[in-house]
Nanobody, 125 residues
Framework: QVQLVESGGGLVQAGGSLRLSCAASGSIVSINTMGWYRQAPGKQRELVAAITSVGNTNYADSVKGRFTIFRDNAKNTVYLQMNSLKPEDTAVYYC???????????????????WGQGTQVTVSS
């Protein structure tokens, strides 16, 4: 099996920075697009940023110029560097993988639309 383990959330003052990490573990062969989503209380989950396996990125308008997504394919890890944080960035942040190919029991298997457990980011004013 595979797991997505997120870390790096916490409490920060407005204008501060945080870096989130999401590491995929298991006998991983390949991962395509990795992304970060967030869900604030009473709101729908929304895409924050995504990055393809070759490094093409996509950002929500609300975070452009403040957040940067990048990945280390050798470590099967995606990061979200968040700068100039605002109170409206407060949410649970989730890591998502579009497709992950791995080996389990000697057999190639795939998971689609795979999610991490989420990490809380709170920005105080």
């Amino acid at each position: 099996q595979v797991q997505l383990v997120e870390s790096g959330g916490g409490l920060v003052q407005a204008g501060g920075s945080l870096r989130l990490s999401c590491a995929a573990s298991g006998s991983i062969v390949s991962i395509n697009t990795m992304g970060w989503y967030r869900q604030a209380p009473g709101k729908q989950r929304e895409l924050v940023a995504a990055i393809t396996s070759v490094g093409n990125t996509n950002y929500a308008d609300s975070v452009k110029g403040r957040f940067t997504i990048f990945r280390d394919n050798a470590k099967n890890t995606v990061y979200l560097q968040m700068n100039s944080l605002k109170p409206e960035d407060t949410a649970v942040y989730y890591c998502n993988v579009e497709r992950i190919l791995y080996i389990s029991g000697g057999v190639y298997r795939s998971e689609y639309d795979y999610w991490g457990q989420g990490t809380q980011v709170t920005v105080s004013s």
